[in-house]
Structures are given as C-alpha cells and as structure tokens.
C-alpha cells in the first residue's frame, strides 16, 4: 500500500535563498538533481522552493510502500548536511497511473 509524506527542508537561516554562498549553491544543486533523480524513479511527485513571503522552504511530496524509504531518502540528499527536514504523513489523493 502506497505512503505519502510531506517533506519540508528548513534552510539554515531566513536570508538563505537570497544570500548562499557558492558552496552551498553548489550543494542545492546537487540536492535538485538528487530530488529529480528519485523523481525519474516514481517515488517523488512533485518538490522544489516555496516561496513564502516569510521565508523560502523547500517542500516535496514522496509516494513509498516502506516508511523507512523515507528517512533513508532525508539521509542521503546532499542538502541534509546545511539545511534540516520535516516529515510528516499525508493523506494524499492523487491521480491514478496509466
């Protein structure tokens, strides 16, 4: 049975979208590949940046049969390393695959 959660990265400060160093752009790029990449497999149905007028978050919708996927997919994005992760469980309805 399919799981949905509600991913919510929490950068490291609230100017971070606008003043990133080059070290971490380079490492949010390696985070939207990462993201893509998953997407590609068909466990992720939608992320990227909310943008908040009280802060840009990013904020993605995973669909996993094993809850663990989860944490394990938090635990290898680049981006886990400066920012930090909110998981929560959604009650999704999503359009049926062909």
Known sequence: MKKYFVLKLIPPRPTF???MSAE?????MLHVAYWKALMDKGFVLAFGPV???NGV???GIVEVEDEA???????ND???AI????ATPMLAVVPKKP
Do not use: H, T
């Open 17 to 19: 979208a606008q003043d």
């Open 51 to 53: 943008l908040d007028p």
């Open 24 to 28: 971490e752009r380079s490492v949010m």
């Open 69 to 75: 996927l989860v944490q394990q997919f938090i635990a």
């Open 83 to 86: 920012n930090r992760y909110e």
């Open 78 to 80: 680049p981006a886990a």
């Open 57 to 59: 978050y990013g904020l």
